[in-house]
């Protein structure tokens, strides 16, 4: 197992060991199209050191040293130098480049920055949303990767790199507990959330994944991620770059991109992938793409930021004869908080163990909400971390009551330990909605339909979908019954931010469920939700039109769905089967 370089105590220190122990091993490898002709971009350790060491010299001359860069970029190698230089330089601001114009205009003046890296016109929409924020906030800098757009102008950012010396930094980089990068979580609030990161942080969140999954310089993992997020920078890049492993990056788009997809096999043949990365979302994608390459460099799969389907685990090990292994990351424990480890029997379904330098607890909650002992095996509580990997906290102090108390972090999520101490999600006792490893907030959908003056009350929570992970459903309840629908719908998408958080479907009640307090009961709505979509979709998938399900929220998988059916085909049985294990919940079936 590679043994983790602890005396690092920055991210420029470890890039630094890398590049000294390594040199001309590959650090990265970036395919535009997947082909099996396309001549790969390689970035050697000696490459990214010296693309880092530009790119934080660049920083700090435009803005001295401790400057905010944010950035709204693709994945690209350029992205790797500016988001490791801006962490040497000062800290960086990474961001959905699908944000509206106005959260990434609240996100970078809440942050500080006084840089913002763009692209320009390959993505003419990101490129016309970052001149109106630099045209809004005064004297921020704007720099540009690659051609630049119409309309404005910026700093050539490959230009400028090119004028920096590459051996060395002018200025002495921080380290240990100062801050090297704020990311944002979710994109949907209107109230900016952004979770402060260390160097040490960081670090201890990628030495663990590195121990925890093995990694060794002889890796080579898909990184289908956005650099944006904590899976894509720290899961799946910095914790490789600290063993001295190679990651391809997959185009500027990830699994988002159908090329990526269709050709994952080839891509695992031609650069010996061991370590086949992916949320489930995209893992079950892959998946379902005829295998025409040779899988012999498999290791293992890795997968997380959303709960697995037990079917996608079990489809894994089918088509490449590897296990699949699930990790833990959240933005407010650096990036890695658990993992399923390498080298012991994989467990579908658990996130393993915490990782080095850190403990997990769960913790019993209590009458009035707050945390209480320790929960026995097998008994669901909230999932409650503590170590050198959690966070010192959000950007705006005042969000961190409830969340940062007893020099830990209250999650939210509600877990279980099984009796070998490993650790299963079995819920959230939050309200975030989860689409495909993208937070939603439920309350930007909400006041959408609550400002249109038909609508008495609105809940919005999450359905549950084979590919999606779940998707957003809206339940409300009507001041005009004779309201149209399709016309509610479209003022609503005029008044949500980004497209992912458009309800899939709009339920009316007469009432919504309540707690003794008035709030809508969500719990109720999310199992109500869950049987909408299951029962007519299993009575047609099964020609049984006196099938019945019920769900209640909770359990082992945070919900639990019930199947009553008479008289099932053993064939019957087995369509039944294969569609429900394609969802994260658990279900049972009577006859």
């Not at 490459?47 to 001359?61: C, I, R, S």
């Not at 004779?482 to 479907?505: C, F, N």
């Amino acid at each position: 197992m590679a043994t983790p370089p602890n005396f690092a105590t920055s991210i420029y220190a470890a890039l630094q060991h890398s590049a000294a122990t390594k040199p001309q091993r590959t650090a990265l490898t970036y395919l535009q199209t997947g082909d099996a002709d396309e001549q790969a971009r390689c970035i050697s350790y000696t490459d990214l050191l010296a693309g880092v060491t530009q790119a934080a010299n660049l920083f700090a001359q435009l803005g001295g040293v401790g400057v905010g860069v944010a950035y709204l970029l693709p994945s690209l190698v350029e992205t790797h130098f500016v988001l490791w230089g801006a962490e040497t330089s000062g800290y960086a601001v990474p961001l959905n480049p699908f944000l509206t114009t106005e959260q990434i205009e609240e996100l970078v003046r809440a942050s500080g920055a006084k840089i913002l890296v763009t692209v320009g016109a390959a993505a003419p929409e990101v490129w016309h949303k970052s001149l109106a924020v630099q045209q809004r906030i005064e004297g921020l800098q704007l720099v540009c990767v690659g051609p630049q757009g119409p309309s404005g102008a910026a700093i050539d950012f490959v230009q400028a790199l090119a004028e920096q010396p590459a051996d060395a930094l002018h200025f002495t980089p921080a380290q240990g507990e100062q801050i090297c990068a704020y990311f944002h979580t979710g994109g949907t609030t209107g109230v900016p959330k952004l979770v402060g990161h260390s160097h040490r942080n960081q670090l201890t969140a990628a030495r663990g994944a590195m121990h925890m999954l093995a990694i060794s310089e002889d890796d080579c993992v898909t990184n289908g991620m956005p650099l944006f997020h904590v899976g894509g920078s720290i899961a799946t890049s910095l914790a490789f770059f600290l063993a001295g492993a190679n990651v391809v990056m997959l185009s500027g788009l990830g699994f988002r991109n159908p090329a990526m997809v269709r050709n994952i096999w080839r891509i695992v043949e031609r650069y010996q992938v061991s370590v086949l990365g992916a949320v489930p979302t995209a893992m079950a994608s892959l998946l379902a793409t005829p295998v025409d390459g040779d899988l012999s460099s498999l290791r293992y799969g890795l997968t997380g930021a959303a709960l697995c389907p037990a079917n996608v685990s079990r489809r894994f090990t089918e088509v490449t004869g590897k296990a699949l292994h699930e990790l833990l990351g959240m933005t407010e424990t650096g990036g890695v908080t658990a993992a399923d480890p390498v080298g012991g029997q994989a467990t579908p379904g658990s996130v393993g163990y915490a990782i080095p330098e850190s403990q997990i607890r769960v913790r019993r909650r209590l009458a009035d909400g707050s945390l209480g002992d320790d929960c026995a095996a097998g008994e669901i509580g909230v999932l409650f971390v503590q170590g050198h990997n959690v966070s010192p906290g959000y950007l705006d102090a005042s969000q961190n009551a409830g969340v940062f108390q007893e020099h830990g972090l209250n999650t939210g999520d509600l877990a279980y330990l099984d009796s070998a101490g490993k650790l299963f999600i079995a819920g959230r006792s939050k309200d975030l909605i989860i689409r495909s490893a993208h937070n939603i907030d439920p309350l930007m959908i909400e006041a959408a339909f609550t400002n249109h003056p038909s609508v008495a009350a609105a809940a919005a929570v999450g359905q549950p979908d084979r590919y999606a992970g779940e998707l957003p459903v809206v339940f409300i309840v009507l001041n005009d019954p004779h309201t149209d629908l399709d016309a509610l719908q479209a003022h609503a998408q005029a008044h949500i931010a980004e497209r992912p958080a458009w309800p899939k479907s709009i339920h009316v009640l007469d009432a919504l469920p309540v707690t003794a307090v008035g709030k809508p009961f969500k719990p109720a709505l999310r199992a109500e939700a869950a049987v909408r979509l299951l029962e007519p979709m299993l009575r047609n998938l099964l020609e049984d039109d006196t099938l019945t399900v019920t769900a209640s929220e909770g359990g082992k998988r945070g919900l639990d769905v019930h199947v009553r059916a008479n008289g099932l085909s053993p064939a019957q049985h087995t369509k039944l089967r294969e569609e429900l294990d394609g969802y994260a919940f658990a279900w049972t079936l009577s006859h």
